[in-house]
Nanobody
Framework: QVQLVESGGGLVQAGGSLRLSCAAS???????MGWFRQAPGKEREFVAA????????YYADSKKGRFTISRDNAKNTVYLQMNSLKPEDTAVYYC?????????????????WGQGTQVTVSS
């Protein structure tokens, strides 16, 4: 079992930045990790993913250049740095973990989910 706790969400003006953190506990050995988000009335969508070794990262096309995923395995923590935020980035952001080391972009490939953290970008 893996437990995930997100933090770092909040209210920010358009153009601002936030860094989300996801602290993992439990059986965290060699997990691929991802970030997803869900806006009101919309389906959950992929944001970014990172392999256990951090040698592979993937981003949704619209997030490339603005968002950066990273991890610190010594701290069992994954980060999502979000820059140049836009009002359309407003959503609940979820951290997810796989039972294996690699990464996928589909939510069906993840076995564990956090409770989410709200990000609101004002115009």
């Amino acid at each position: 079992q893996v437990q995930l706790v997100e933090s770092g969400g909040g209210l920010v003006q358009a153009g601002g930045s936030l860094r989300l953190s996801c602290a993992a506990s439990g059986s965290t050995f060699r997990n691929g990790m991802g970030w997803f988000r869900q806006a009101p009335g919309k389906e959950r969508e992929f944001v970014a993913a990172i392999s256990w070794s951090a040698s592979s990262t993937y981003y949704a096309d619209s997030k490339k250049g603005r968002f950066t995923i990273s991890r610190d395995n010594a701290k069992n923590t994954v980060y999502l740095q979000m820059n140049s935020l836009k009002p359309e980035d407003t959503a609940v952001y979820y951290c997810a973990a796989r039972s294996s080391a690699g990464v996928v972009t589909s939510s069906r490939g993840y076995d564990y989910w956090g409770q989410g953290t709200q990000v609101t970008v004002s115009s």
